[in-house]
T-cell receptor, first 112, second 115 residues
């Protein structure tokens, strides 16, 4: 299996621009998670989906952030407009049968 | 609110020098405690799941143990390739039907093993 696939790996953008991060979970996994990692706050859960339905988005920092999962093999996390404080590494993960998470390699976002 | 505290923040060991990493947690009913390894520029990689106090899991030079308040990751005779950040996470037991699978992560212990 190819594992969780994220794109882009690196994104540099200017404040105010729209950013879209993409994720393909492991085939057969029904739950998908978006996390953000910073030095100060560590790994924070933003939102997760179960069977393509958003279950808990309480971690989404504000209305500038949105996430969708149109089908079982694809999800997006969008930031519009982006701000410098959004700079972080964004991880997507899908959940195995024993509850363990399988993470992608992350998308490093830098907002100038 | 679920909390996970890992110590120390950073640890330098000589190759072969055994030690332990600590993960203290407060959670309203523990469904599972997870250990992950994270290499620079990579996503966390799953190592172990522990479900109840007294449980132990082993993998190569790593052994994870669990009590009602904390977990330890013991590293025996570490090698330089064991250098990484080790993350601990807890999943709270919620009422049936809540459907929450949230993991609360600690900030990790950065382990450096010097040849």
């Amino acid at each position: 299996d190819a594992g969780v696939i994220q794109s882009p790996r690196h994104e540099v953008t200017e404040m105010g621009q729209e950013v879209t991060l993409r994720c393909k979970p492991i085939s057969g996994h029904n739950s998908l998670f978006w996390y953000r990692q910073t030095m100060m706050r560590g790994l924070e859960l933003l939102i997760y989906f179960n069977n393509n339905v958003p279950i808990d988005d309480s971690g989404m920092p504000e209305d500038r952030f949105s996430a969708k999962m149109p089908n079982a093999s694809f999800s997006t996390l969008k930031i519009q407009p982006s701000e410098p404080r959004d700079s972080a590494v964004y991880f997507c993960a899908s959940r195995g049968q024993a509850g363990e998470l399988f993470f992608g390699e992350g998308s490093r976002l830098t907002v100038l | 609110e679920d909390q996970v505290t890992q110590s120390p923040e950073a640890l330098r060991l000589q190759e072969g020098e055994s030690s332990s990493l600590n993960c203290s947690y407060t959670v309203s009913g523990l469904r599972g405690l997870f250990w992950y390894r994270q290499d620079p520029g990579k996503g966390p990689e799953f190592l172990f799941t522990l479900y109840s106090a007294g449980e132990e899991k082993e993998k190569e030079r790593l052994k994870a143990t669990l009590t009602k308040k904390e977990s330890f990751l013991h590293i025996t005779a570490p090698k330089p390739e064991d250098s990484a950040t080790y993350l601990c996470a807890v999943q709270a037991a919620l009422s049936p039907g809540a459907g929450s699978y949230q993991l609360t992560f600690g900030k990790g212990t950065k382990l450096s093993v010097i040849p």
